[in-house]
């Protein structure tokens, strides 16, 4: 489990004061919120203290639906794993206290992280569970990303490789090629984005704007 991070009255209130025109969620139509919200390639779901379900977007509904690490029971979230249950209710506790979390669940194969967060809207309260990511390929962000750095098909398959942590001999094996090729296609994906090793090339696709497919919201629905 991770340490908590208590929210203070000036994180909430810097927004208001630091010059940046913002727009108060009234003065915006529910369905772009929601919407908005089904943009992240993110799991995300609003409940209340006892861990109700007010809302979810799509990706979150993929993994209630699922039921490998989440699951809906009686309008309630509740881990896969009863074990990792009490952890949940210990980070909504400790939101409900003004305290920001961060649990793992699952088991070995589909385990990730959840970020449990407090929020507050003048007297009402609520909770904001964000799902990790599974990975870092096949994103509609690295789509984009390759498209705008160039990069062939054969590249991005290796860079996908790459973010998902193989080795070159891993990538070469998989595609049936030899590991020559894949170093050289290393080296030109390297040129392309401007990167001086694997290390920054994957911390660069990690730090990409998560943006969900329209063909994969489709499949989510």
């Known amino acids: 489990m ?21 727009s108060k969620p009234s003065d915006l139509p ?6 908005m919200l089904d943009e992240m390639d ?20 993929y993994e209630l639906n699922a039921g490998q690490v989440l699951r809906k029971v009686d309008g309630q979230l509740y881990t896969a794993q009863a074990h990792h249950q009490a952890e949940l209710v210990q980070a909504a506790w400790r939101a409900e206290m003004g305290h920001r979390s961060m649990i793992e669940v699952g088991s070995d194969h589909t385990k990730f992280s959840l970020a449990v967060v ?12 964000v799902c990790g990511k599974r990975q870092n390929g096949e994103s509609l962000s690295m789509q984009f990303f390759a498209n705008a ?5 054969g590249e991005v398959t290796v860079l996908q490789g790459l973010c998902e942590g193989l080795k070159a001999e891993d990538i ?41 497919p329209a063909l994969r919201m489709g499949s989510l629905q």
């Open 172 to 212: 070469a094996s998989h595609n049936g090629v030899c590991v020559s090729t894949v170093r050289s296609q290393i080296i030109s994906i390297r040129q392309k984005t401007g990167t001086h090793n694997i290390r920054d090339l994957v911390k660069r696709v990690a730090a990409l704007p998560p943006m969900v």
């Open 2 to 22: 991770f340490d908590t991070i208590r929210t203070t009255s000036n994180d909430v209130a810097w927004g208001a004061h630091s010059g940046y025109a913002t």
């Open 149 to 153: 750095t160039k990069l062939s098909r």
């Open 42 to 61: 993110y799991g995300v779901l609003l409940v209340d203290a006892q861990l109700h379900i007010r809302h979810t977007n799509h990706l979150a509904r």
């Open 118 to 129: 407090p929020l507050k809207h003048d007297a009402q309260n609520a909770i904001l569970v």
């Open 30 to 35: 529910s369905e772009l919120l929601v919407s």
